[in-house]
Structure formats: C-alpha cells, structure tokens
C-alpha cells in the first residue's frame, strides 16, 4: 500500500478563468492542491491523497480578480515535472517558494497596475498560472484568449489599446517571427513581456526586441523545483549576454558544480518530492539543488550548455543538441521547426538525429546545414547524421521538444529502411540507394536529388529500381528514400514501363553519332546531334541538381557529376597512351581541346573536354548567391538572360580568338545549346514551353538554317517539351535506356572499337562496328559501375 505523505484537493486542468479562480480559492484556503489531467488521475498519484477533485467551468476572457501574495511554509500545490525523460516527479511547492518567485519577476520587468496582458500561454502551464499570480498580486489585468494564442487577435488588441504585455513561450514566438507583418507598427505599444526558459537563438532575440521595441523583455531560465532561478532582460544585456539565460536576482543563488552541472540554491527551491515511498529531500546539505542541466558562467551570466542526458558523444566530440539546434535555426527560416536528439551509432557510439516537421523545412537544406555546422563543431559525421521528417515534434504541455521520444520513433522507423548487406544485395530502396550511390552516406529522408544524381544517373537508378520494384511514380527524384518505399507497398510491375523523351532522344542521338562515325548510316549532313546532346546537359542540371543547389546553396551535385565524367575519361585516356606509348599531358588534364587537332596524336575526347568544362562553368556561375536566387524566383528569365549572356561571350571572344584551328571545340562556343537546356527545363507551362520552343527554333535555324541538322535538333526539342514520356513494352525501356543510361561509355570506347574492328578484320565493317560499339558501351557502364562500387567497399573496410 502506498505511504499517504500529502493530502490534497484535485483541480481538474483547463484552460479557463474557473480554473484560476479555483486555484486561487485553494491558496486562500491554505489548502494543497494538486493540477490532475482529469478526474480518474486522481486515484494514481502515489503518495497523494487527493480528498476531491474540482471540475472547472470553461470560461475565458479577462481576469480581474485581485489575489495578494501569499506567504508560508505550507504546501500550496505539488507539480509534477514535465517528464521530457522518464516518469514526472511530484514537486512539493511552498507558499513561500511561489510567492518569492512572484516577486522577483515582478520587481524585474518593473509591472505596475497599469498591466494588461495577453496571457499566450495556458493557465494549465506552471509559467501561464505564474503569470496570473503576479498580476493578480498587482491588481493588474490578464486576458485568456478564448482560442488559445492567436497572432491575429494580438496584433488588433495591441492596435486598439486593449493589451500592453504579452507573455509567451519561444515556441509560440516564432510563430510571430514567420508573420512579423502580423503585428506590424502595433508591436510599438507592447511594454512588457516574458518569455518562457525553451531555447532561443541570438538571432531570434533580436528579432523579437525588434518586432517590441519599447517592451521590457524578460525570459527566464527555470525548473519546476526552481522556477525563475535566472532573468535576462533583453534591453540590458549585451554582446555575448544575449546569447545567455541571465544572472540570477534577489536571495537566488546559481552555480556551477564540479560536473559541469547547474546548481541553484534560494527561498523559490522545493525542498521536497513525493512518491509512493512517501517525502524525499531534493536539496543537499548546503542547500543546493543538483539539476541535470549543463552549463557555464561568463561575468556573473548563466549560459546554458543542455541537459546532460541529452548530451550526445559522437565519435569522443560532445555535442549540446541545443546549441546544434541554435546554429541551424540561425540559418533557416523563422517558422520551420527542428528537434536534434541522441541516437545510437555503431562506429562513432552516439549519432546525431535532426528532426524536421514536414512543411516548416526542406530536408536536403536542413541535411546541409547540420553537416556543414557539425564539421564546424569537429565532427564529420559522415553515416552517423541522421535525419527524419515527422508530422510533428513531440513536446511537453510547456512545449519542450521530447527528444527521447524521436530517437524512439526513429529506432521503430529506420530498421525497414535499413541498408542491406555490406556485400551488396538489394533488398530494398534503401540498400537500392546504397548500391547506386556508393560511397555517399544516405538516411531515409535523402532523394535522389539531394545525393546530386544527374541525367545519366537517374537512368541507371530508373532502371535498377524497375527491375525490381516495378514503375516509379511522377517525379520520383524528388521523393525520399521512404516515401519511394512506401511506394512499392501499393504499386505492382506491369509489363508497360513510362519511357521519357528525354532517354529516348537521348538513345537516338548517341546511336546517330556513333553510326556517322562508323559510316553506318548518315542521320544529317550537318550533324548537330552533338549539338542536342549538350541540351540535354543543360537540361539536366536545371532540373535534377539546381533545386538542390538552390536549398543547401552547395554545387556539390555539380562537382559530382564533374567527377564520374572526368575519372572515367582519363582513365581510359591513360590505358590508350600506355598501350600506345604516346604520352600527350593535355589529354590527361582533359584541356586538348582548345589544341590543334592536327598537332595531337592517338583518341581525341573533345566533346567530353568541352562536356565537363561547361559543368565547371556552371558550378562557378552557381557558386554566386545572387544567380541562385534569381534562378530561384525567376527561372525562365534567368535562363534566358543567361543565354543572350553565353551567346554575347562567344562572340567577344571569337572577335579576339579565332577558334577555327580546333573546329571551335571550345566552351563557349557549345555554351549556347547548353542554355537552351536550361530554358527548356525552366518551363513548366504552355505558355513557357511554346517560348522555350521558339527560342530553340531561332536558335537551331541561326546555327543550321533550315537543314535536315536543324529539323532533326528540333523535333527533339519538341519530344522534350511537349511529350514527358510514352507508355513501351518493359523490354524495349530496358533496351532503350541502357543505350541512354551508356552513352557517356559508349562515347568514349566507340572510336576505339571502330579502329579495332577494321585492324581484326582488315575492313571497315560499319553497322558490326556500330553494334559493338553499342553493345561495348553498354558493358563498359557496368563494369565502371561495379569496380566504382568495390573501391567504396574496400575504402570503408579500410578506413571506416
């Protein structure tokens, strides 16, 4: 049976002046009370008796009542804690712990009776009904919004006059920050507020003293054994204060134990907390309470390091999840709504959980900063970053993130989305991403656009991903590892796949580019399908890797994509000059295109020299934050300043460099078509398409005229723009698109192929030639592929 230690009145929670009106009678009374969820919770506080249970009313609006402060060493009510970990504990609150704490806050933020104030935080909060004692105490005004915290009807209170506090949780503060415009030049008429102990950036304290600026701005850092043990007025501190929780007033006592940990001593603490066992001191011998929170001391300024139990050890670096939280939330939107949490790691012991509420953020962004301000931390957390999105954070009634509880829901989540086995196999998506990504480190919440996959990528993943999984739905690449596994739960294969134009113009045009070179068959007179070839380049880029160059402000994407092009190309480059014996340095740095062809010796790449000097050309173009951000707001006419831009460079530079030695192999001078990519890829109407049509149409018949070049160029530019896929036999995409998916393999081994045909058989053999040049590229592709993803494997064995 449990120990009876308190016997108390139950006061049902609810949001409402009965409720306050009935704790304050129980004060006056000199009766414990106790705040229940509902009636039945009554029979399940160990250790408390509770003699009945009080049901309030639900009325709202302002509170005018005058209760003085009461003093006393008798119990005035338990609290329980808000339990972000564990079980809440019951809290045994003096009169004389809550009336010391009334009036230090009120000394603080200088209230008179003059007081009206817009109570944004329920009664049923520690920090709202503290807020009613102290203007009660005053005889000051409160208002209970009936709906709760409403920015709109705050702004037109303080407008009229009507209101000229505000007390709020930093939560509930942001909301504001999203929406300034809210309250406007009506925050001018605010005078006082207080703010509740959550975490608060520099940057948003800023904010907020901007959006009041004639408010007395107090928050306080607390717990339910200490409320209000430090203020920080915002107006008085400065520099690095800001950044603090304040210093401690009055009899208030804080230091900093041996542990790191928080202590606090002073006639506001509890003394005691009760349980079955019955009462139990919290205070040791000298009068101080251990609390589990971090911190540190700075000219007499508390700052807040965490909780310790929150502290995460990633790889032997600490890491306060708080001050993680801080960074990020610095370099994100006002409204979009993080939580960092612990999790296990089984190379670095602690992992690194970013949560994001879907809606307030987008996940690549939030992927970016974290990694990017861990690094800063000294901590390259590779696999060991984590991140999820959720429909919303769990928090506490006082609006503290329950961290324990994401790290539980991400432990429940992530085993079905597990990598598969080290050795390879593919089980599903997300050892589907793993395989075709290698090297990268991969959560549930990336897509294929966030790892930077480009055109020639998002063939292979398509392929890889129907073959066993069946069809991927409309913009796949913008989806998450999760959702596309959610994806396969509901879809079956089927034997008609979706073939877009733009692997199947793709397809078209290597193969007529090789059957030129091998005299297979003559597609144009005047060519132009390398031409078309560079469109899709810029096609590409515009629409798998800006929008992620856009949201983390990184051209990562491009310089992978820069990457798997160049590797490839000098290897094979170096295999021919040993085989060859015939060194050239400038093929090998991939710059031999701006040479007289004449005057080199062996296999010539220029189209993959020109290829990756356009994607560095690009990256440096992206590199700027003002292009990204017009790419970002006005993307057609950003493309298309653009390609008067490329097309005005040629030209000056051709005036001063005349390129006709090299056939014009040069940047600059495939620039245009290039463009004309991005253009295309920008447009997302029919308005825009018909304008993305037109331009390319002027431009194909300035380049050719009206030649069999130009009709070629730009029928493929209509199949791009106006028809996005056709519905094939699952065999002719497979056969289709791993022609498109190897065109960069069949590119470079199709000349070798052709000299080794006519060497074998002692003739030119063009359509054998044409074959094998296909059927080599093709093959070529997967065994890069499968040596890429070796190399990865036997890096990570050896260095983790």
């Given at each position: 049976m449990d120990r009876i230690a308190v016997r108390a009145t139950g006061v049902v929670r609810r949001n409402s002046l009965d409720f306050v009106e009935a704790v304050f009678a129980l004060?006056?009374?000199?009766?414990?009370?106790?705040?229940?969820?509902?009636?039945?919770?009554?029979?399940?506080?160990?250790?408390?008796?509770?003699d009945r249970v009080v049901e309030p009313g639900d009325r709202t609006g302002w509170f005018t009542t005058r209760h003085p402060i009461r003093d006393g060493g008798g119990i005035a009510q338990i609290s329980y804690t808000s339990g972000t970990e564990g079980q809440p504990k019951g809290i045994v609150l003096t009169h004389d712990n809550l009336a010391d704490a009334t009036r230090r806050i009120i000394d603080e933020m200088r209230m008179t009776d003059e007081i009206r104030e817009y109570v944004g935080v329920p009664a049923t909060y520690s920090f709202g009904l503290a807020r009613y004692r102290a203007i009660s105490a005053l005889g000051g005004q409160a208002y209970m919004p009936p709906r709760g915290f409403d920015p709109a009807e705050l702004g037109k209170m303080l407008a009229a006059g009507q209101v000229n506090a505000l007390s709020a949780v930093p939560t509930l503060l942001r909301v504001l920050l999203a929406a300034p415009e809210v309250i406007g030049a009506a925050g001018a008429a605010l005078r006082w507020?207080?703010?509740?102990?959550?975490?608060?950036?520099?940057?948003?304290?800023?904010?907020?003293?901007?959006?009041?600026?004639?408010?007395?701005?107090?928050?306080?850092?607390?717990?339910?054994?200490?409320?209000?043990?430090?203020?920080l007025t915002f107006s008085e501190a400065e520099g690095g204060r800001l950044s603090s929780v304040g210093h401690a007033v009055g009899q208030t006592e804080v230091a900093i134990g041996p542990d790191g940990r928080i202590r606090i001593r002073g006639p506001h603490v509890a003394r005691q907390r009760v349980d079955a066992e019955g009462l139990h001191d919290l205070l040791d011998a000298e009068g101080w309470l251990q609390t589990n929170d971090l911190g540190h001391m700075e000219d007499g300024y508390l700052h807040f390091d965490g909780r310790a139990d929150d502290l995460i050890n990633c790889g032997g670096v600490k890491i306060v999840p708080d001050q993680l939280e801080s960074v990020l939330r610095?370099?994100?939107?006002?409204?979009?709504?993080?939580?960092?949490?612990?999790?296990?790691?089984?190379?670095?012991?602690?992992?690194?959980?970013?949560?994001?509420?879907?809606?307030?953020?987008?996940?690549g962004l939030v992927k970016g900063l974290a990694d990017a301000a861990l690094r800063?931390?000294?901590?390259?957390?590779?696999?060991?970053?984590?991140?999820?999105?959720?429909?919303?954070?769990?928090?506490?009634?006082?609006?503290?993130?329950?961290?324990?509880?994401?790290?539980?829901?991400?432990?429940?989540?992530?085993?079905?989305?597990?990598?598969?086995?080290?050795?390879?196999?593919?089980?599903?998506?997300?050892?589907?991403?793993?395989?075709?990504?290698?090297?990268q480190q991969i959560g549930p919440e990336d897509t294929f656009e966030s790892l930077g996959g480009d055109s020639l990528h998002y063939i292979k993943f398509q392929?890889?991903?129907?073959?066993?999984?069946?069809?991927?739905?409309?913009?796949w690449e913008a989806l998450t590892a999760a959702e596309l596994q959610a994806h396969v739960s509901r879809a079956g294969k089927s034997g008609w796949l979706p073939l877009e134009s733009v692997t199947l113009t793709r397809s078209f045009f290597i193969i007529c580019i090789v059957a030129l070179h091998a005299n297979a068959f003559v597609y144009s007179s005047n060519w132009g399908a390398a031409y078309f070839l560079i469109m899709l380049a810029g096609y590409s880029v515009v629409r798998f890797q800006l929008p992620e160059i856009i949201r983390t402000g990184s051209v990562r994407t491009l310089m992978g994509t820069i990457r798997s092009m160049a590797i490839p190309t000098v290897l094979l480059i170096a295999l021919l000059e040993i085989a060859t014996q015939d060194f050239e340095i400038t093929q090998l740095l991939l710059v031999s295109n701006f040479l007289d062809p004449q005057?080199?010796?062996?296999?010539?790449?220029?189209?993959?020299?020109?290829?990756?000097?356009?994607?560095?050309?690009?990256?440096?173009?992206?590199?700027?934050?003002?292009?990204?951000?017009?790419?970002?707001?006005?993307?057609?006419?950003?493309?298309?300043?653009?390609?008067?831009?490329?097309?005005?460079?040629?030209?000056?530079?051709?005036?001063?460099?005349?390129?006709?030695?090299?056939?014009?192999?040069?940047?600059?001078?495939?620039?245009?078509?290039?463009?004309?990519?991005?253009?295309?890829?920008?447009?997302?109407?029919?308005?825009?398409?018909?304008?993305?049509?037109?331009?390319?149409?002027?431009?194909?018949?300035?380049?050719?005229?009206?030649?069999?070049?130009?009709?070629?160029?730009?029928?493929?530019?209509?199949?791009?723009?106006?028809?996005?896929?056709?519905?094939?036999?699952?065999?002719?995409?497979?056969?289709?698109?791993?022609?498109?998916?190897?065109?960069?393999?069949?590119?470079?081994?199709?000349?070798?192929?052709?000299?080794?045909?006519?060497?074998?058989?002692?003739?030119?053999?063009?359509?054998?030639?044409?074959?094998?040049?296909?059927?080599?590229?093709?093959?070529?592709?997967?065994?890069?592929?499968?040596?890429?993803?070796?190399?990865?494997?036997?890096?990570?064995?050896?260095?983790?």
């Open positions: 004060y006056a009374e000199g009766q414990p009370l106790v705040l229940l969820a509902d009636a039945a919770q009554a029979g399940r506080l160990a250790g408390v008796a509770i507020m207080e703010i509740g102990s959550q975490h608060m950036t520099l940057a948003e304290k800023e904010a907020i003293q901007a959006l009041f600026p004639n408010a007395r701005i107090v928050q306080h850092y607390g717990l339910t054994e200490a409320s209000r043990s430090t203020f610095s370099r994100l939107s006002p409204d979009a709504r993080i939580c960092v949490a612990r999790v296990p790691d089984a190379e670095r012991g602690d992992g690194v959980l970013v949560a994001v509420e879907r809606g307030t953020a987008e996940i800063d931390m000294g901590v390259a957390a590779g696999s060991a970053l984590r991140l999820m999105a959720v429909d919303s954070i769990p928090r506490t009634e006082t609006g503290k993130a329950q961290r324990r509880q994401l790290a539980e829901r991400f432990a429940a989540e992530v085993p079905a989305l597990a990598p598969g086995t080290k050795a390879g196999a593919i089980t599903d998506v997300m050892s589907l991403f793993h395989h075709e990504f290698p090297g392929l890889a991903f129907e073959k066993r999984f069946g069809a991927l739905p409309e913009a005057n080199l010796h062996g296999f010539l790449f220029y189209f993959a020299e020109f290829y990756i000097q356009l994607l560095v050309m690009m990256a440096l173009l992206f590199s700027f934050p003002r292009v990204r951000a017009s790419f970002r707001d006005r993307p057609m006419v950003s493309a298309l300043v653009l390609l008067v831009s490329v097309v005005a460079l040629d030209r000056t530079i051709e005036h001063f460099w005349n390129t006709d030695y090299n056939f014009h192999r040069t940047p600059w001078h495939y620039a245009w078509a290039f463009v004309i990519g991005m253009v295309m890829a920008s447009a997302h109407d029919l308005p825009s398409r018909l304008l993305a049509l037109t331009v390319a149409l002027i431009a194909v018949v300035i380049e050719w005229n009206l030649t069999s070049a130009a009709y070629y160029v730009g029928a493929g530019c209509v199949l791009v723009l106006f028809v996005r896929s056709v519905r094939v036999p699952a065999w002719a995409k497979f056969l289709i698109a791993n022609v498109a998916g190897a065109s960069m393999f069949i590119y470079l081994g199709h000349e070798v192929i052709i000299e080794m045909i006519a060497k074998l058989t002692g003739e030119n053999r063009p359509w054998l030639a044409l074959a094998l040049s296909i059927l080599g590229g093709v093959a070529g592709m997967q065994i890069y592929s499968w040596l890429e993803r070796r190399f990865f494997q036997a890096k990570t064995a050896f260095f983790g």
